[in-house]
Each structure stands twice: as structure tokens, then as C-alpha cells.
């Protein structure tokens, strides 16, 4: 069986996965809930603003992460090891995109930066005036957004620089600052 039709639960398959004392976490929020309460004396990454930390995690799925997608989506596609696994991508999200082909979901590059760069927008003007989304220190905003732009990082680092940050001031010197987070240790 292929590790990708593999899951640790009756969920669909999904990453990132943890175990812990036994049982199985999958999904980022359902994660990071466990892992606050599992962890009381760590560093907090939700605090108390639980509701605003899931808005903001909504918020990035339906307006970063589907453009963001769309511009790696070829790249990640031609990452997989295998043509079974490239299968497998292909029909599943060629499926989710209501027939379009990868290429053609691939396409209007110009359009999928200017989505993007507009999703970014408002986020940029919390930035101009914080260090981190949520204020002062790192957040699980912080992370949420981290994770999606480091896609595009490890895709197409140079459009990021150059295209999507720039103009974006606050954007860019809140990338910088994540760093530590971000690249290898």
C-alpha cells in the first residue's frame, strides 16, 4: 500500500501527523489544541486568543493557500518520487478543481500573484505596526502564515522575494524575523 493512501485514523490522510502517549493527532489546529493543553508550561503559541488565532487560519486557507497552491502546484507535482504518486496527485486535485487540468490550473501566473499579493495585503498592514501578527511575540498566526509562504519558498524562492514581498514592507521584515523558524537548524 502506498504511504500516501496511508492514514493512522479512519481520517483522510493528512500532514502534519503526531503521535503522542499512543494516540494519533492529525490537522495543524486539532494539533496545536492538544499540544497547548498537553503542554501547559511551553511556550504558548494560541495564548488566549483561540478564536482570532482560527479566523486568521481560515482566513489564510481561502485566500493565501489556494493562489500560493496554484503557483507550486506543477512544481510539487514534479517533486513526487514516483509516477504512481504523480497519478495519484494529479487525479485527486484535478478532481478538487472540477476537471481543469494541473497545467491549466497552473496557468494565469499573472492572476494567481495578484490574488496572492491582495490576500497579503492586510496582513502587511498589521506588520507595518507589529512585530508579529499577534503582537509582540511569535503566534500561531505567525506560524500559520510561515508555513504557507515557506512553500513558496522552498518552490519558487525568487518570486517570492521578488515578487510577492516586495512593495510589502512589514510582509518582508516579518519574514525576516521568522527565519529562525524557518530555515534548517
Given at each position: 500500500m502506498s504511504a500516501w493512501a496511508y492514514s493512522k485514523t479512519d481520517k483522510k490522510p493528512t500532514v502534519p501527523v503526531i503521535i503522542h502517549d499512543g494516540?494519533?493527532?492529525?490537522d495543524s489546529w486539532t494539533i496545536i489544541q492538544y499540544l497547548e493543553k498537553a503542554f501547559p508550561e511551553k511556550p504558548r503559541l494560541l495564548g488566549d486568543n483561540i478564536g482570532l488565532h482560527r479566523l486568521f487560519l481560515d482566513y489564510c486557507e481561502q485566500h493565501v493557500m489556494i493562489?500560493?497552491?496554484l503557483l507550486c502546484i506543477?512544481?510539487?507535482y514534479s517533486?513526487?518520487?514516483?509516477q504512481a504518486i504523480?497519478?495519484?496527485f494529479r487525479e485527486r486535485i484535478e478532481k478538487q478543481l472540477g476537471g481543469i487540468t494541473l497545467e491549466n490550473a497552473?496557468?494565469?501566473v499573472?492572476?494567481?500573484i495578484a490574488e496572492l499579493k491582495s490576500a497579503l495585503q492586510p496582513i502587511d498592514g498589521v506588520l507595518q505596526d507589529n512585530e508579529y501578527i499577534t503582537g509582540p511575540q511569535v503566534g500561531y498566526a505567525d506560524v500559520v502564515l510561515a508555513s504557507f509562504l515557506y512553500t513558496l519558498q522552498v518552490f519558487q524562492k525568487e518570486r517570492?522575494?521578488?515578487e510577492i514581498l516586495d512593495n510589502m514592507g512589514g510582509l518582508a521584515a516579518w519574514w525576516k524575523r521568522m527565519k529562525p523558524y524557518t530555515e534548517k537548524q
Amino acid at each position: 500500500m502506498s504511504a500516501w493512501a496511508y492514514s493512522k485514523t479512519d481520517k483522510k490522510p493528512t500532514v502534519p501527523v503526531i503521535i503522542h502517549d499512543g494516540k494519533v493527532i492529525q490537522d495543524s489546529w486539532t494539533i496545536i489544541q492538544y499540544l497547548e493543553k498537553a503542554f501547559p508550561e511551553k511556550p504558548r503559541l494560541l495564548g488566549d486568543n483561540i478564536g482570532l488565532h482560527r479566523l486568521f487560519l481560515d482566513y489564510c486557507e481561502q485566500h493565501v493557500m489556494i493562489p500560493l497552491f496554484l503557483l507550486c502546484i506543477l512544481d510539487i507535482y514534479s517533486r513526487f518520487p514516483d509516477q504512481a504518486i504523480q497519478n495519484w496527485f494529479r487525479e485527486r486535485i484535478e478532481k478538487q478543481l472540477g476537471g481543469i487540468t494541473l497545467e491549466n490550473a497552473a496557468q494565469d501566473v499573472t492572476r494567481h500573484i495578484a490574488e496572492l499579493k491582495s490576500a497579503l495585503q492586510p496582513i502587511d498592514g498589521v506588520l507595518q505596526d507589529n512585530e508579529y501578527i499577534t503582537g509582540p511575540q511569535v503566534g500561531y498566526a505567525d506560524v500559520v502564515l510561515a508555513s504557507f509562504l515557506y512553500t513558496l519558498q522552498v518552490f519558487q524562492k525568487e518570486r517570492l522575494e521578488n515578487e510577492i514581498l516586495d512593495n510589502m514592507g512589514g510582509l518582508a521584515a516579518w519574514w525576516k524575523r521568522m527565519k529562525p523558524y524557518t530555515e534548517k537548524q
